[in-house]
């Protein structure tokens, strides 16, 4: 026991040592791309929304949905095309987003688990001087044994919310079907719903701000499920096309925890909604839905980037746009999030540097472990040592095109599965008893799974219990065939094992990996 402690001491003086590596100066950005660059300290707009997967912008090929503000944004910003999230589900992305930091080494690991004390949030790594800081919106599970994080002595304004106050919908006269608004938002129409209070929030902050460098922090619920909402009939589900894996369901040599959530879906449809999931018809109409919700945020996004135009803010604003993690939302004719698949995992990044009026693509993979490291370093802050990412800003700086953020790292911890109710039943349901056993299952639910991505494009999700995984990303974008069980690949699977333990050594994660 002491010598673990031991261990666990020196990991974490290691940790903290991460970012301390010698940063260039910032290099003059490219005259196409970036106009004249302020003097003054940048103000930061950071918008995070829920659940929006990576494909839902026409930067990233999708031109089917109403996303006219963030396709717009996107064409004067950075645009990270392969960008992870650190686990896919809230509060432990969450977590990474705001504190630079990993699930298992900040504490939040699961939704239910809570982060450390002395972990600060990125407004708390601001320095105060002149900004006026605000957070607004939802934290998604985030807290630690002092409340919610970021705390409110961390900022100036401070509102969390999952939907409008009752008070407010009460004034405008609506009563809320249920006090339950997490759920019930989705009944409430667009003129009272959450984007658009949200969207007021910021506008009120911004025109408060009165000249002064700003730090605000939006966080939308939607488009998280359930996948309903005003704007449920504004895409034809005949517009709709389904994920070019939506019939390559989880096979054999597959996690179980894959096919359990896949028989799931199948076998009780969208519960929240409800709506049965057996047809494509039926996948359709839920996706159209989905898009709904993801124009929704996009109009009230845009009526936040409009205040700033109108207020003559927007040229020294940088602006980030992200996901805390993605949906299956029909890929492998799966839903929701909780996946090592490519579609809970991946989100979209935005990032419009100040004066920015072009776009610019990176195709090599980051992480938002590197998030908080890299605004920093943009705002022209001190990056404190702690952090667990290192900042992007030599990718960006870089003109050449070939630039790497190198290995990028995905974790899984907990259980956090539809699945997991059903499990509790007796006798077990014969969806799951055909296939498993509930012992089984349960272990497959809870399978702490570790994952690396290379920048070549392979991805090897390394699984305690033995369920190994191997994509060839370029080749098979959909994850469609295992290759973990091919001899020839045995060698490249030893390699990105050994890979990702480093990565457990740097970082403070206990987790036993199998040898290969």
């Known amino acids: 026991m002491g010598c673990r402690c031991l261990m666990m001491s020196f990991l974490v003086v290691q940790a903290f040592s991460l970012a301390g590596f010698n940063r260039p100066a910032l290099a003059q950005s490219p005259e196409s791309v970036v106009r004249n660059r302020s003097k003054s300290p940048p103000n930061l707009l950071f918008i995070v929304v829920d659940e929006q997967r990576f494909d839902t912008l026409a930067a990233y090929g999708n031109d089917r949905i109403q996303m006219p503000n963030l396709n717009r944004l996107a064409s004067e910003s950075l645009v990270f095309e392969r960008t992870y999230c650190c686990q896919a589900v809230c509060g432990p992305s969450r977590s990474s987003i705001l504190t ?27 320095s105060s001087g002149n900004y006026v800081k605000g957070f607004l919106g939802r934290i998604g599970h985030l807290k630690n044994s002092q409340g919610t994080v970021p705390h409110q002595d961390d900022v100036d304004v401070y509102e969390h919310f999952n939907a409008p106050p009752i008070e407010y919908l009460q004034q405008r006269g609506t009563r809320p079907s249920s006090e339950d608004l997490k759920r019930n938002r989705m009944l409430l129409p667009e003129q009272l ?49 389904l994920p070019g894996n939506f019939n390559a369901v989880p096979q054999a040599n597959q996690p179980l925890k894959a096919q359990l959530e896949q028989r799931y879906f199948y076998h009780y449809g969208d519960v929240f909604t409800p709506l049965p999931l057996r047809t494509e018809q039926q996948w359709r109409i839920l996706i159209a839905r989905y898009w709904g919700l993801c124009t929704l945020v996009d109009r009230y996004i845009g009526r936040i980037l409009q205040t700033l135009r109108d207020r003559g803010l927007y040229e020294n604003t940088l602006i980030v746009f992200t996901s805390d993690h993605g949906t299956m ?11 090592a698949f490519e579609e809970s995992t991946r989100v979209p990044l935005l990032m419009h540097l100040p004066g920015q009026i072009e776009s610019r693509k990176f195709n090599a993979p980051v992480s938002q472990i590197d998030l908080v490291p890299t605004l920093l370093d943009l705002m022209g802050q001190e990056i404190p040592g702690h952090l667990q990412g290192r900042s992007l800003r030599p990718m960006i700086e870089d003109t050449t095109g070939t630039a790497s ?112």
């Open 100 to 126: 630079g930091t990993w699930p298992h080494w900040n504490g939040q690991s699961e939704n239910r688990k809570r982060m450390r004390d002395e972990i600060p949030c990125l407004p708390a790594m601001i």
């Open 193 to 241: 719903s959450g984007p658009k209070y949200l969207a007021e929030r910021a506008e009120q902050f911004l025109n408060k701000v009165e000249g002064r460098p700003f730090a605000l922090f939006c966080s939308f619920y939607e488009p998280h499920d359930p996948y309903f909402g005003p704007l449920n009939h504004l895409h034809a589900p005949e517009e709709v096309i």
């Open 405 to 516: 953020a190198g290995d990028v790292f995905y974790e899984w911890n907990g259980i956090n599965a539809l699945v997991h109710g059903d499990l509790k039943r007796d006798p077990l349901p014969e969806y799951i008893a055909e296939i498993t056993t509930r012992e089984r299952a349960l272990a497959a639910l809870a399978d702490p799974v570790r994952s690396i991505v290379s920048p070549d494009l392979w991805k090897f999700n390394c699984s305690p219990l033995g369920e190994q995984e191997l994509y060839d990303l370029k080749r098979d974008p959909g994850e469609t065939q295992n290759l973990a069980g091919n001899p020839k690949h045995l060698r490249r699977i030893k390699e990105m094992s050994q890979r990702i333990k480093r990565w457990q050594r740097d970082t403070g994660d206990f987790v036993v990996l199998p040898e290969f």
């Open 329 to 339: 939302i029909g890929s492998h004719r799966m839903n929701i999030k909780n996946m």
